[in-house]
């Protein structure tokens, strides 16, 4: 069965230090990942895809197969950051996205 | 970029009345629209998905009866919670994606927040 899992339901580093939301995932097929993210008193939106290879607010994901993991990484974390990240994949077969189940990430100054 | 729109933002009824949110998008056609329900400090479930002009997938152990979802246009779904209960209560979000759009990308509404009394 498809399966998001982000082991770190909180997860606070203080500012300028690296940070690193873990993602890992099952499904039978090729996987296509997202990291969406909410800001305090925001909507939900998108953060970046692993088929884009981009980075964005300085946020970089890698997709490892073997390890089935799609870890959210950035050097160094700035107060702006804190809020609430979900990974999540999308199922080909129904058409929609599976969500893990969040990490709230708190930068302290 | 896309926007999407939920209303209300937040609603109160009584025990045993109806509610309906509806989920509009304001500047693109979405083809499929998702509604999920949100719990404190939770992740979100997916309650349903909606085509428009066709009936709503449910999720496993939603009652479609009680969660009733219209996608009449390409612009607006609503949900409907038949008959509410305090254990309704909780925060409903939905999404919308459209045929041009980028795999997998998902525009959300601001949510609605739900309390049954």
């Known amino acids: 069965a498809q399966r998001v899992t982000q082991p770190e339901k909180l997860l606070s580093v203080f500012k300028g230090a690296p940070v690193e939301l873990k993602c890992n995932y099952s499904y039978s097929g090729s996987p296509e990942l997202f990291w969406y993210v909410q800001y305090s008193r925001q909507r939900l939106q998108l953060l970046l895809r692993h088929i884009s290879r981009e980075s964005i607010k300085g946020f970089t994901a890698d997709l490892n197969k073997g390890e089935t993991s799609f870890h959210l990484k950035k050097p160094f974390a700035q107060e702006e950051d804190s809020a609430m990240y979900y990974c999540?994949?999308?199922?080909?077969?129904?058409?929609?996205?599976?969500f893990g189940q969040g990490t709230r990430l708190t930068i302290n100054p | 970029g896309a926007v999407v729109s939920q209303h209300p933002s937040w609603v109160i009824c009584k025990s045993g009345t109806s509610v309906k949110i509806e989920c509009r998008s304001l500047?693109?056609?979405?083809?499929?629209m998702f509604w999920y329900r949100q719990f404190p400090k939770q992740s979100l479930m997916l309650m349903a998905t909606s085509n428009e002009g066709s009936k709503a997938t449910y999720e496993q152990g939603v009652e479609k009866d009680k969660f009733l979802i219209n996608h009449a246009s390409l612009t607006l779904s609503t949900l409907t919670v038949t008959s509410a209960h305090p254990e309704d209560s909780s925060f409903y979000i939905c999404s919308a994606s459209w045929r041009g759009g980028v795999t997998g990308e998902l525009f959300f509404g601001e949510g609605s927040r739900l309390t049954v009394l």
């Open positions: 500047d693109f056609q979405a083809t499929t």
């Open positions: 999540a994949l999308l199922d080909e077969g129904a058409q929609k996205l599976v």
